[in-house]
């Protein structure tokens, strides 16, 4: 008979004791390296694990956690193979400055067997730093990597040795208390000689503008924001990952960007002062350098180290609430403008409605997702992979808040990361609906997870599928320079049928009246109710307006 492994002073089991004061959620497979943890997390009945089918799942389901709770959570896999599946999402996590947590298992102290591999090279190639833990600091060296990846907004690995793993440690101890850096204020004559140029451009503005991003969300500066709009009389918008921050929509433009309504961009070219608190500036919200006219006098905070765009001629390294209560209180009585009076917001945000069925006779993914957005719920939480297909929910789907949409992948420019998004946010909003949207391609790559998504979500889950036979920003991009198109395609797939497979309803939609088991689904007790995936045949020669702009610059 084996000999029992003891179950609470290994270093496992200190792993496991302090990861426990820090978060209550785990997402990850179990394996050789990681099944004593498991264990132990297990035995401590304080955290919730739960199982995804493939590795680079359950990283996904961390940073989902993250992105839609601001809480930090956990991923688990095992060495070797089950570390390499993570990569991918590692690498996203790291893009998108998402704190988590991977803990593996990891090659024994005495040196790699055949089927290890460089674990900590290969995390730091993605941009992950990785902490391994000893028989003597288990609970200081967690502590110290969920600190890190708080600090620095990053993703971390924790590693375990095989060796290592129930090694006998004694009682664990008290888990050290983070020490985390306080919102990063304006430095200096600069910063505070900025801030109060911030101040009176915005209150001689003519045509005010502020631009909020997902830095803004994290650092809580909405109500900031919003008083600031409201002192100045800016009109308002955000970036795609920034939505919903600013409290009065009723001039607010939404999103920036090729997301962005024509009228509302347009608008955007007027202003003569814009101020962008917590964004990057990428090329897909500048509208590839577009977003604002030649004239605009443009401002960035940030807590970048320098300005991200060239366009702009004022920068301060800050938090963006503290930035926002500084200018406010630095800013000078003045008449407001007139610009707000003038504009009328639902005419400029005004979207195309589409057709019913588009010229191949298959559905208008514009009047699909202007169907569907009728009939979601308002409690909705929206996440999406991947794809051409993006243009759509981002388009038509407004939500209530930045932490009510989520985007894993786009960071990394990766497809495939959509069902286990579910499962993160699922777990971050209990009480919520979870909407996925995914192309046939990415939700072909991710299939390992739908199960884990229906799981978690159960009769809180939509799933939509925007399923086109093929790769679409492929054939939109590469298709029309003439390139052959039969590696672009896929071959028809139901994933209604493969929802049912695995637990859910899946209805095919080939008509809007088909869509209104939306409505019905919706009105039924949620513990009545299956997982809905809607399996849309929609057309690929609807090209989504941010497709056009991508096409247009690479043409």
């Known amino acids: 008979m084996p000999t029992p492994v003891p179950t609470d002073t290994t270093v496992s089991a200190h792993v496991a004791h302090a990861l426990a004061a820090f978060t209550d959620q785990v997402f990850g497979v179990m394996g050789n390296g990681n099944a004593y943890l498991l264990d132990a997390l297990e035995r401590s009945r304080s955290v919730t694990f739960t199982a995804v089918r493939h590795e680079a799942g359950g990283v996904v389901a961390a940073d989902a956690h993250f992105r839609a709770s601001g809480r930090i959570a956990i991923a688990t896999a095992t060495y070797g193979a089950g570390f390499t599946n993570t990569l991918t999402p590692l690498a996203e996590a790291a893009q998108a400055h998402v704190p988590l947590v991977l803990v593996v298992g990891d090659e024994p102290t005495s040196g790699p067997r055949p089927w290890d591999v460089d674990q900590i090279a290969l995390a730091s190639a993605v941009g992950a730093r990785t902490y391994t833990v000893g028989r003597a600091d288990a609970v200081a060296t967690t502590a110290i990597a969920i600190e890190h990846a708080l600090s620095y907004k990053v993703p971390v690995v924790l590693a375990i040795p095989y060796d290592v793993a129930t090694l006998e440690a004694g009682e664990p101890g008290e888990v050290p208390a983070l020490s985390l850096p306080a919102a990063l204020q304006p430095r200096g004559e600069v910063g505070t000689d900025r801030i109060r140029e911030i101040a009176e451009a915005l209150a001689t503005a003519e045509r005010p503008f502020l631009l909020a991003g997902r830095g803004a969300h994290l650092a809580g500066a909405g109500t900031a924001l919003g008083r600031l709009a409201e002192a100045t009389g800016a009109v308002t918008a955000s970036t795609a990952l920034g939505r919903g921050l600013f409290p009065d929509t009723r001039y607010d433009l939404g999103v920036t960007g090729g997301f962005g309504a024509d009228g509302a961009m347009e608008l955007i070219r007027e202003a003569d002062v814009a101020v962008v608190f917590g964004a990057g500036l990428n090329q897909f919200t500048m509208r590839f350098g577009e977003l604002f006219a030649p004239g605009t006098r443009v401002f960035q905070v940030d807590i970048s180290a320098a300005a991200t765009h060239a366009v702009v001629s004022g920068y301060v390294r800050a938090d963006a609430r503290v930035a926002a209560e500084e200018i406010l209180a630095a800013l000078p009585e003045r008449t407001l403008p007139a610009w707000r009076e003038r504009i009328d917001v639902d005419a400029l945000v005004a979207r195309d409605a589409g057709e019913e069925l588009a010229p191949d006779g298959r559905l208008d993914p514009r009047s699909v997702a202007i169907r569907i957005a009728r009939s979601l719920p308002e409690d909705r939480v929206v996440v999406t992979d991947g794809g051409h297909f993006l243009g759509w929910a981002n388009m038509y789907w407004p939500v209530a808040s930045p932490d009510r949409f989520m985007m894993v992948g786009t960071a990394y420019q990766s497809i495939g990361l959509g069902f286990p998004s579910v499962v993160g946010a699922a777990a971050a909003r209990p009480d919520a609906t979870i909407v996925l949207s995914s192309g046939d391609g990415g939700g072909l790559m991710a299939l390992a997870d739908l199960e884990s998504a229906v799981r978690s979500a159960g009769g809180r889950g939509i799933g939509v599928i925007w399923n086109d036979g093929a790769y679409g920003a492929e054939v939109n991009l590469y298709g029309l320079k003439g390139l052959a198109t039969g590696p ?68």
């Open 488 to 555: 672009m395609m896929i071959p028809g797939v139901s994933f209604a049928a493969l929802a049912e497979a695995v637990g859910a309803e899946g209805v095919v939609v080939t008509s809007l009246a088909q869509l209104d088991r939306l409505d019905s689904w919706s009105a039924e007790p949620v513990d009545q109710r299956r997982f809905l995936l809607l399996d849309c045949r929609i057309s690929t020669g609807v090209i989504a307006p941010y497709q056009q702009e991508i096409i247009r610059v690479n043409s």
